[in-house]
């Protein structure tokens, strides 16, 4: 096991040496690779006096060593090389390291690795000391030369070729940049390309490389990046700085996708589309992803972060662009709505249960446990926020003031803000607890109503987190508008902003007392927490103008009906059927936002709600209230259901547009209620009739949910068989629909059929991350799925510990349930606990989350 070390903010201290150039040569074999690197150094003037030279290294041989040209004998301990003061030069000084490594072995997929056999990198954060002798910290950025030696057709690495010919190539990044945006690509690949030009008339080759077979299906990436590139031009003034940029899909890959200098790398399955292997979910991640890792050249490398606890202000910077330019591309209003239901189902969780941690992290001990949905989700929510609070022009100014002021820099939060500060004259002390103070904020609404004069009164409660007991209030932007009885906005919207504990908001001169829209848009990552009037939330349903509240009012009222089903097992409660009755067949409203209002709510989030009220949430009983809903509702909406599923089955040749995907969302949610009254008939023709893959599995979806589609799945699996990525969606479904007394058996069934490749992160997080998502199977009372989970990371731990630590959140919540259920999770972390060679990653994991009680 390695050594567990926590690493602290306050201990920050720049590197004793700057790294002007580094020369890399690797000579590429799958279990003996040869890196050469040859680094200029000097004594960093921030540092002074005389100090050793320690560089991180993991898992390397070494072969030689020496400084300016003369072999020396340095210190080797299992994670450093190290050379003492008095043996180095005064000023700068060549160091020549060469070092033997296996990429074959490296099953963590961290470092160089192979993937069907082609040699890939991932370096972000501590990887690339697993290919060489480095100074790996974001801070020290250099220029970086690399020459590739191999026989495979393809060798690529960062910045503009340089040269090439049999067996070699040579690669020249002229921007400095840290290691961890390291890479290196080498295989059998062919391109996908395409040219760009440059506002400023800069010509760019653009490729996606891929797989032999695999070249048909980069249309969509490709256009997205190409639309990715313009749109940061167009909006944040920011163009491409090399000649060529290059993404490549594997299809081993811990994570989504990395942002390496000019040379993108990507999990295939968000690369590769086409209309009959991707849904339109597919489709808007594959757009969402390309543009995200692309926006990252300007936010996060030519601004790279000073260390990783300001991980944020590259992710939730970049999350925010990808947010916007996503929202600019298909319809702003279903995607902020898509957004929050992502950031509460993933953050607001994150935060209330013991993983809790602010957007910037005062310590960590494994740095890759803390790619979350706190630091990118709202971390994302907090530039919102104060792009909220300084209006859109100071935004804008305050970004070119940051571009310009931090290009070339390792930043940090209070660089960021800083600029605000200085284009603004705002103080932002007070905002800054957004980044410090863990936990999601709760709002208490209040109103009066006397004599013409309207009053909103909020009140903040910021709960306690794991460390963080006592928390100051935050300064929160509320957006809000005043309805009139008839519908009619009073006052449009306007942004009350809350920096104390308990503030009032006064409106005057209204005729009668308006119905409040409040939390427009979202405004703000909170928990509102409020008793409308009977009737309000139908009434905002219909009437609301803000499409973002308009869906919040009937989600909250779906949320409010599920869970009094499951606490008190109350029949299903008609205006809530009504309401929603009524949004479906208003033929005015997008399809995609009447889709969005179709989806129930998930199990996951009631028992959230439930357990914020101070109760105990009972999986087994939300289950069986949410499919109440779901049957009460299929009959509710009646003969208009079967027209509303005729009217969108329509011919029109596929198109991935949002406005399509939209119809196509409202008529598999249409065909899924329809299957719940028919037994099965439509979905059955609607399979074999399906034209692209999101009918496709809409159809199938729909079946399984009516425990039918056995023939269908076998003939999914006969078509799709050799597709690993399409058929992933095929264990998920089959998962996610069973039983949940059956679940984790199916679970564990599939995950050991004879081929499946378990050891693929996609593969793994597709079977244990579609268990640990059927609530009711997860937590059911027998423990079944929390014997499977921990068995399987348990399996996975030793081969591959990051993708097990980040499958382990699985069990993040099970303080909120009851006591048997505690001591049956609590048992399996302990388990976990005990077993003798447990990652660093997966052991920290554990420890916080057993550290709830
Ligand atoms: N820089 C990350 C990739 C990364 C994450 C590398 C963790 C190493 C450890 C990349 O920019 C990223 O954020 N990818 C996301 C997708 C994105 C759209 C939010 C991912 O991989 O999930
Ligand atoms: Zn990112």
Known sequence: MTEQKTVYLADYQPYTHLVDSVDLTFRLAPSATRVSARLSLRPNPERPGRNDLRLDGEGLTLVSCAVDGKAVTPTVEPDALTLAAKDLPDGPFTLETEVEIAPEANTALEGLYMSKGMYCTQCEAEGFRKITYYPDRPDVM????????????????????????????????????????????????????????????????????????????????????????????QVYGREYDLDVFNIVAVDDFNMGAMENKGLNIFNSRYVLASPETATDDDYYRIEAIIAHEYFHNWTGNRITCRDWFQLCLKEGLTVFRDHQFSGDMRSAAVRRIED?????????????????????????????????????????????????????????????????????????????????????????????????????????????????????????????????????PKVIPIKVALLNPNG??????????????????????LAAKPVPSILRGFSAPVVLDRKPAPGERAFLLAHDTDPFNKWEAGRALAKEVMSEIALKGTPVRSDWLDALAAVTFDDTLDPAFRALCLRLPGE??????????????????????????????????????????????????????????????????????????????????????????????????????????????????????????????????????????????????LIQTPGFDWKNPNRFRTVIGALAANHAAFHHRSGAGYRLVADWLLKLDPLNPQTAARVSTAFETWPRYDASRRKRAKKELERMLAAPDLSGDLREMVERMLAAG
Not at 346 to 360: K, M, S, T
Not at 656 to 672: F, I, T, W
Not at 674 to 679: K, N
Not at 689 to 709: D, N, P
Request: hydrophobic share 40%; charged share 25%.
């Open 142 to 233: 250099s220029r970086f030369k690399v020459r590739i030696e191999s026989d495979l057709p393809i060798l690529l690495s960062n910045g503009n070729p340089t040269a090439q010919g049999p067996g070699f190539a040579e690669w020249d990044d002229p921007w400095p940049k840290p290691a961890y945006l390291f890479a290196l690509v080498a295989g059998d690949l062919r391109a996908h390309s395409a040219k760009f030009t440059t506002a400023s008339e800069r010509p760019v080759d653009l490729n996606i490389w891929v797989r032999p077979g695999d070249e048909d299906r980069c249309a969509y990436a490709m256009d997205s990046l190409i639309r990715s590139m313009r749109w940061d031009e």
């Open 340 to 472: 929050v239901v992502t950031l509460r189902s993933r953050q607001f969780r994150e935060d209330d249960g013991p993983l809790a941690h602010p957007v910037r992290p005062e310590s960590f001990i494994e740095i890759n446990n803390f790619y979350t949905a706190t630091v990118y989700e709202k971390g994302a929510e907090v530039i919102g926020m104060l792009k909220s609070l300084v209006g859109d022009g100071a935004y804008k100014r305050a970004l070119d003031l940051y571009f310009d002021r931090h290009d070339g820099d390792a930043a940090t939060i209070e660089d960021w803000l800083k600029v605000f500060e200085d284009t603004t004259d705002r103080d932002l002390s007070q905002f800054k607890l957004w980044y410090s103070q863990a936990g999601t904020p709760r709002l208490k609404v209040d109103e009066a109503w006397d004599d013409g004069v309207y009053t909103l009164t909020f009140a903040q409660a910021n709960p306690p987190t794991p460390g963080q007991p006592e928390k100051q």
């Open 488 to 509: 009619d906005e009073v006052v449009p919207t306007i942004m009350l902003e809350m920096t104390r504990e308990k503030q009032s908001f006064r409106f005057e001169g």
């Open 604 to 749: 996951d989030d009631i028992a959230q709600t439930i357990h914020a009220m101070g109760r105990i949430p009972d999986p087994a009983k939300i289950h069986a209230a949410r499919r109440e809903m779901a049957g009460a509702l299929a009959i509710r909406l009646g003969d208009g259901l079967s027209r509303l599923y005729k009217d969108l089955d329509d011919n029109a040749p596929f198109s991935p547009s949002a406005s399509q995907a939209g119809r196509r969302a409202l008529k598999v949610a249409a065909l899924q209620l329809l299957t719940r009254r028919d037994g099965g008939k439509l979905a059955a023709s609607a399979f074999a009739r399906a034209r692209s893959m999101t009918e496709e599995i809409g159809a199938l979806a729909a079946l399984l949910e009516v425990h039918q589609g056995q023939a269908e799945l076998t003939s999914f699996a006969a078509r799709w068989g050799r597709d690993a990525n399409v058929m992933d969606k095929w264990y998920a479904l089959q998962i996610t629909t069973a039983e949940p007394g059956d679940a984790a058996a199916l679970a564990d069934r």
